[in-house]
């Protein structure tokens, strides 16, 4: 399909602003090519993998210390997560709550938390490098031999650290072990049921294939860390809002070594509303899109730094919320076609039904029965899918900002609970969106039923038709 799809956009009869068009449809559909290309080997290869890692019963200087970072969030969602913590079946371990508040009220009960449950209490003077900085300030006084690092709203069971630390122990050059994090408030709306499966899809498949890779990045909880990795690197990034996967970029390039542990040791909140869930986005689009900057400044300065299967892990992870751009101008394609007749997509009939259908029927095959084998259902993937669609202005502005670096705001907590209507006004680039594509598939009907009939406005009419459905999502998912 795309050798046909290359061929015909070349030997296209386009006008200057057809031809321009075209090329960025044609990029759109390499940029999701690429991605689907390696979700499909990911799949592949967790079914061949069976390979065991190496362990070893931890010794008296296995000391652990639990950091539980903390930024004005509801006094039970900390307790909870500080109670798990201190539950948790190890011996050698110290738990500590990181109050970074600036509000006295969140201060208090940080303090009254803490010394109820037994944790220690680490506070600091400012918010200098947000959830990286307070972090990278405790880690320089601490002595414990790992880390491990739970966001306020996680609750680990308590077998976490006799299953991943005998792993730590076994390899020297292990720098952290990344492990899930599923949702369990799925049944509060339809958001954070949805916001479940699609963490399901990356934990599920990608994670595992970048942990073959060697090119598993830290998501920032549920995770520990070899103290010593860490400050190798001079500690946590600071100057993205993922400080996670900068700093594992950070690793990989010193030649540490990570893990993915396809087991959940940890339970979570899911972003409940579609305003805490563009949020989410939002940063971690932003984060990434910082990193794409310091990911080119690292290949053409020192391209010895990764290995060649690690730099095309990264630079997957580091490109993937522009797919945003890639669905504006898939979506561009049919409205501009209908209304203004620019055509930005070439190719023949027989040639469209002999590439693109069987394309498109081998993907969706491989998406929706890799993830059926995981007792997923195809109608809970197709609302991923839509839920995808409706972030892209979210995706777009994310990734222009993180790119041109103009990001003022930095790291920002996802709001917690309270599942509810968000204002239509709040939601405008959605309705815009969803009207534009209303308005060309009504168009495109009276084109076809009153004034012309070819292929070509059929098929625009018909992804238009599918573009509005998936749009039409967001009355479903803005519903208490």
Known sequence: YLAIRIYYTI?????????????????SEVFILYHSFFFF?????????????????????????????????????VENTLLTCINIAYENKTVYLLDDSSIEKFKQEAREVSKKLGAKIFTRVGNRG?????????????????????DADQNPMPNFLRTLVP??????????????????NGDASPVAMTSHNQQAIFYEY??????????????????????????????????????????????????WKSMFLYKAYTFGMAPEDLASYFKQQNRWALGTSQLLRKFIHLFFTNIKALKPIQWIEYSISTTYYFIGWAYFFLMAGPVM???????????????YVFTFIPFLVLSNIVFFQGMARKSYTRLNM?????????????????????????????FQVTPKGGATNVPLKALWPQLLLFSIVIVTL??????IVFFEFDYMLVINVIWTTLQAFMLSGLFYFNKK
């Open 11 to 27: 030997n296209a009869p386009f006008s200057t602003i057809e031809f321009i068009l075209g090329f960025f449809f044609l990029c």
């Open 41 to 77: 080997i990911d799949i592949l290869r967790e079914a061949l993998y069976d390979a065991e890692p190496k362990r070893k019963e931890p010794g008296k200087d296995a000391s652990v210390a639990i950091l539980v970072p903390a930024r004005h969030e509801p006094r039970e969602v």
């Open 130 to 150: 947000a959830k990286a900085g307070i972090v990278n300030d405790i880690l320089k006084t601490l002595k414990e031999k790992y880390v491990v690092i739970f």
């Open 167 to 184: 792993l730590m122990e076994g390899d020297d050059k292990l720098a952290f072990i990344q492990t899930p994090q599923f949702y369990s």
């Open 206 to 255: 990608i994670c595992l294939g970048k942990s073959l890779n060697h090119a598993m990045f830290c998501c920032g909880t549920n995770v520990i860390f070899r103290r010593e990795a860490l400050q190798d690197v001079g500690y946590f990034d600071e100057d993205t809002v993922t400080e996670d996967i900068a700093t594992s970029l950070r690793l990989h390039a010193k030649g």
């Open 337 to 351: 076609y209908i209304f203004f007749n620019i055509n930005s997509y070439n190719i023949d009939p027989l040639s």
């Open 382 to 410: 197709l609302k991923v899918q839509m839920l995808t669609a409706l972030s892209m202005p979210v995706y777009l502005s994310a990734t222009v900002i993180g790119v041109l670096n103009l990001d003022k705001k930095g």
């Open 442 to 447: 009504l168009w495109g009907t009276i084109r």
